[in-house]
């Protein structure tokens, strides 16, 4: 199993923070079928092959998740992916 970890800084409120990591959390749900529920300021998301959670970090974000063995071979990609998006809405 692959694990990725990020920390993407952000000059965000600790509220445009979290509102923009529900729409995240949002797309992921319905773009991969994940369930995400918050616990304090993380979303706590899962799925087929993905457990994970995005904390709301005063100036940071992170984001941490367990691949599973199908996704652990698109690790690349999917880093990827989480990092453009959190520049995208972020930045």
Do not use: N
């Not at 600790?14 to 959390?25: F, L």
């Not at 974000?61 to 998006?85: C, D, K, P, T, W």
């Amino acid at each position: 199993m692959a694990r990725i970890d990020i920390l993407h800084p952000h000059t965000r409120s600790a509220d445009e923070a979290r509102t923009i990591v529900e729409g995240i959390a949002a797309q992921l749900r319905e773009r991969y079928g994940l369930s995400g529920t918050w616990q304090g300021d993380a979303v706590v998301l899962s799925g087929p092959g993905l457990q994970g959670l995005v904390e709301v970090l005063p100036q940071q974000v992170r984001v941490s998740a367990e691949l599973g063995f199908l996704l652990s071979a698109l690790r690349g990609q999917v880093e990827g992916e989480i990092r453009r998006v959190l520049g995208e809405r972020l930045d």
